[in-house]
């Protein structure tokens, strides 16, 4: 023993970078700040909703701003992210047993994942997007 | 027994995580559609004014908004400690500050509506 314990270098703001699980962990958690964003936008909606017809629609000409849009695109794409992921742990958060045996967990990501299409369906469709003409 | 916060800070980020994976891609589907310029009938001022006027309107989005703050403040915090900022104290306080002053804000404008 010298008494020098060894320190590995371990670098801050890269380190998930050399393995693809770790890559693939931080840009779950990375959807968080697209979720907390999401949120803030729709508080500013409601807040310019409170206000009354004006500010509203001075909110919903925000909304065709670049800016705006690049966000959107950004947003979309982590929080599909998210939600992929989110219930493909299901089977493990959640598992459900049946007498002596367990459910296989495909059946319970798959019903989360029949859920979700279902009530973004839905979504879509009182939301007015498939009512173009 | 110590007394903790864990466990309500952690089912509301997983109640979070839950309801934004269900509702926020399509959601962000029908902001984006109208940053086109072409707004769904959905965003039209008295639609939505008259969602969020009822019970059951306010009730949705509050619980949509405030969820998807908590979540989020949870896992940045997470988040940031895994990218190696041992600062927990400060991000925690930082981040369920803006959690908690959203909710309150949310709770503020939908009375108003």
């Known amino acids: 023993m010298n008494g020098k314990p060894y320190i590995r270098e371990i670098p801050v703001f890269s380190w998930y970078l050399g393995r693809k699980r770790d890559i ?6 990375v959807s968080s700040l697209f979720i907390g964003s999401y949120a803030l936008l729709l508080l500013w909606g409601l807040k310019a909703l409170s206000e009354g017809e004006a500010a509203y629609s001075l909110f919903l000409q925000g909304l065709t701003s670049p800016v705006s849009i690049g966000l959107h695109w950004l947003m979309l794409a982590f929080t ?12 493990k958060a959640m598992p459900v047993q049946i007498g002596e045996n ?7 990501a798959a019903g989360h994942y029949v859920a979700w299409f279902c009530i973004s369906l839905f979504i879509l469709y009182i939301g007015g997007v ?4 | 027994m110590a007394r903790s916060n864990k466990p309500l800070v952690w089912s509301l980020f997983a109640a979070g995580g839950t309801v934004a994976a269900l509702v926020v891609p399509a959601l962000v589907i029908i902001t984006l559609s109208a940053g086109y310029g072409h707004p769904p009938s959905s965003l039209g001022y008295q639609t939505i004014h008259a969602f969020a006027a009822g019970w059951l309107g306010k009730v949705i989005l509050f619980g949509i908004i405030a969820l998807c703050l908590w979540h989020a403040a949870h896992r940045m915090r997470t988040a940031l400690h895994g990218l190696g900022l041992r600062a927990d104290k400060l991000v925690a306080l930082v981040g369920y500050s803006v959690a908690g002053i959203g909710t309150l804000l949310t709770i503020f404008y939908l009375l108003r509506v």
């Open chain 1, 24 to 29: 693939h962990h931080m840009l779950n958690e």
């Open chain 1, 80 to 91: 599909l992210l998210h939600s992929i992921s989110w219930f493909s742990v299901t089977p």
């Open chain 1, 102 to 108: 367990f459910l296989p967990g495909y059946f319970i």
């Open chain 1, 130 to 133: 498939f009512s173009y003409g």
